[in-house]
Structures are given as structure tokens and as C-alpha cells.
């Protein structure tokens, strides 16, 4: 049973910084394409970042120069390092694991973010 868990989220200000973290169990890591997505209350999942199993990133343009996404395939985790924190990308956080037909789709439970004064 594949499982992810995501960590890391909480309160922070304007302009500070926070990084996530998404451990996967149950499956072969590196077989995965890693995303993170958010969601903001009436609004709809939006793709934040993504990386491929041999390391090419994307990224959505809101976030392109402020978020950093990253693997570690020895401790199967992916992280999100998030720097310069809007208010407007205060959301649930949740990471995906895309393994295609042969590995199966995943998502976590998601962890809060918020940015606020």
C-alpha cells in the first residue's frame, strides 16, 4: 500500500519562508514523478511544482523563482522549498506521486500553509 506524508506546513509572514516535506512508503520511489499541488478554499487543485524520476522540474509561474522543488531517492522524499510567501499562496499542500499505469497514481492528506500578519 502505497502511502504519502506530507510535512512542514504551518503560519508564517509575509515574505518568510517554509519547506516541505513528502514521504513515500510502499512503492519504489524512484519510479515516480513528484508534484506538489495546492488547493485555497473555492478554488480549484493547482499544480505548484513537479519533478521527473531523473530530476527535470516545472513549475507554475506564480511561483517560479520563489519555490524550489527537490527529491531525495534515498529517503524517499520529496521536498518544497518555499521562499518570499504571499498571502495568496496560503492553501493545503498536497504531493502526488504519478507512476503512470505500472505504478499507479497517489496523493497525500495535504498540510496547511498559511501566510498572514
Known amino acids: 500500500q502505497v502511502q504519502l506524508v506530507e510535512s512542514g506546513g504551518g503560519l508564517v509572514q509575509p515574505g518568510g519562508s517554509l519547506r516541505l516535506s513528502c514521504v513515500v512508503s510502499g512503492s519504489i520511489f524512484s519510479k515516480y514523478a513528484m508534484g506538489w499541488y495546492r488547493q485555497a478554499p473555492g478554488n480549484q487543485r493547482e499544480l505548484v511544482a513537479t519533478?521527473?524520476?531523473?530530476?527535470?522540474?516545472n513549475y507554475a509561474d506564480s511561483v517560479k523563482g520563489r519555490f524550489t522543488i527537490s527529491r531525495d531517492n534515498a529517503k524517499n522524499t520529496v521536498y518544497l522549498q518555499m521562499n518570499s510567501l504571499k498571502p495568496e499562496d496560503t492553501a493545503v499542500y498536497l504531493c502526488?506521486?504519478?507512476?503512470?499505469?505500472?505504478?499507479?497514481?497517489?496523493w497525500g492528506q495535504g498540510t496547511q500553509v498559511t501566510v498572514s500578519s
Open positions: 502526488n506521486a504519478a507512476g503512470g499505469w505500472a505504478f499507479g497514481n497517489y
Open positions: 519533478i521527473a524520476s531523473g530530476g527535470t522540474t
